[in-house]
């Protein structure tokens, strides 16, 4: 509750029966006390205002904070040359596909990657496929050349499977545990770990980056609280308020910006990530050139894993049907990948056990799904 006090006074002509009436003595005092209260007023108005200068030009100045972010971050790791002057890489990576996309997107290795992985194994024969009734369920199987050197198909293997195969029916009606969120998560961590056991990535400075980032973060999130507040307190300055947190808001993009260029890489990992960046290229640009001219079927076999792994096995297993079309109509494992129905099949049975165990954004896609196409061992090499 607010309580108003009031000091009134009234003419003895207004109040000629009420007999406690005094002299103007007392008006003048009452006056005085009125005129102390207004001064008192306007000095704390005054204070107020004050205070309120005060306080915005602190917020003005704030994004000095932002200093440690540019100057720390100004020796980064080796640069990473522009797309288009990288143009397209016709060599296989000598990396694995998993690697190729965490290089590409900066990301954590998702559905996609992992299913990169399982096309790789089953063209070097360590998993064959087996077609079910009417094509509807495969069933993906180890070998004897399976070496078991991923943990979390190694997990699907076991825990989805028998031990020693596993179907689309298998995962479909997969209901998920802790245990395949926990080989999902495992992997994308010991994927990352991996490229910079492989010195593809300096940790020292990956570390500065992540406790920069986290550093611009929370200091924008104080901004936003302050910017709150100042929108309640202050009166007299709302007008540069405005600008003020225009440029706080300005200084955090650049901060950003500046994070978003820092490189953690290493020189091999510089390298690297052109090539990866090249042949994602190549393969998005698959059109514009004669497969035949570039290498035979058995070699595009080995293509796919980083197709699948980007994203593009749709594009490229379109243009493979154009310029292969023999070839793949007399290859069961290529037949798999245009099967509709299986192709379609596979891919909603994995997702829904990863996402039903995952709960992350660890799902395969359509064109991740190709991965049940690969079935036959395939040459090394680069083309």
Same mark, same amino acid.
């Given at each position: 509750a607010t309580f108003l006090e009031l000091h009134l006074l009234f003419p003895n002509s207004l109040v000629s029966q009420n007999k406690k009436q005094h002299s103007g003595e007392i008006a003048a005092k009452v006056v005085d006390q009125e005129?102390? %209260?207004?001064?008192?007023?306007?000095?704390?108005?005054? !204070?107020?205002?004050?205070?309120?200068?005060?306080?915005?030009?602190? =917020?003005?100045?704030? #994004?000095?904070?932002? *200093? #440690?972010? =540019? +100057?720390?971050? !100004?020796?980064?790791?080796? #640069?990473v040359k522009a797309k288009k002057e990288i143009g397209h890489n016709f060599e296989i990576p000598a990396f694995s596909p998993t690697t190729a996309q965490i290089l590409v997107t900066k990301k954590d290795p998702d559905g996609k990657a992992l299913a990169g992985e399982i096309a790789l194994r089953a063209g070097r024969g /360590?998993?064959?496929?087996?077609?079910?009734?009417?094509g509807k369920n495969f069933t993906y199987a180890k070998t004897s050349k399976y070496k078991g050197d991923l943990p979390l198909l190694n997990r699907l293997f076991k825990k989805v499977g028998n031990g020693q195969s596993f179907s689309n029916k298998d995962l479909k009606q997969y209901s998920g545990s802790q245990e +395949?969120?926990?080989?999902?998560?495992?992997?994308q961590e010991a994927s990352q770990k991996a490229l910079i056991k492989e010195g593809y990535?300096?940790?020292?400075?990956?570390? !500065? /980056?992540? *406790? %920069?980032? *986290?550093?611009?973060?929370? *200091?924008? $999130?104080?901004? @936003?609280?302050?910017? @709150? @507040?100042?929108? $309640?307190?202050?009166d007299k300055y709302t007008f540069w308020l405005l600008p003020a947190i225009l440029w706080v808001l300005a200084t955090f993009g650049l901060a950003r910006l500046r994070l978003h260029h820092f490189s953690d890489l290493t020189e091999k990992g510089a390298r690297a990530t052109e090539k990866a960046l090249g042949f994602e290229a190549m393969l998005d640009d698959i059109g514009q050139f004669k497969l035949r001219d570039i290498g035979e079927l058995t070699l595009w076999e080995q293509v796919m894993p980083y197709a699948i792994a980007f994203g593009l096995a749709k594009k490229v297993l379109k243009q493979l049907k154009l310029e292969f079309p023999e070839e793949i109509a007399a290859d069961p494992y290529w037949t798999y990948y245009y099967a509709g129905a299986s192709y379609g099949a596979f891919a909603s049975s994995f997702d829904e056990a990863i996402s039903s165990s995952a709960g992350s954004g660890g799902n395969f896609s359509a064109s991740?799904?190709?991965?049940?196409?690969f079935g036959g061992g395939s040459g090394g090499g680069a083309f």
């Open positions: 005129k102390a %209260l207004a001064k008192e007023t306007a000095a704390k108005k005054a !204070r107020h205002n004050v205070y309120e200068l005060i306080g915005l030009a602190l =917020f003005a100045l704030s #994004p000095l904070l932002y *200093l #440690p972010v =540019f +100057i720390k971050s !100004r020796k980064s790791g080796s #640069p /360590e998993i064959t496929i087996k077609a079910g009734k009417k +395949i969120t926990s080989s999902y998560k495992n992997w990535i300096d940790q020292k400075l990956q570390d !500065r /980056e992540e *406790l %920069l980032s *986290l550093y611009t973060l929370g *200091l924008m $999130f104080v901004s @936003v609280a302050a910017i @709150v @507040v100042c929108f $309640f307190l202050y991740s799904a190709s991965s049940g196409g």
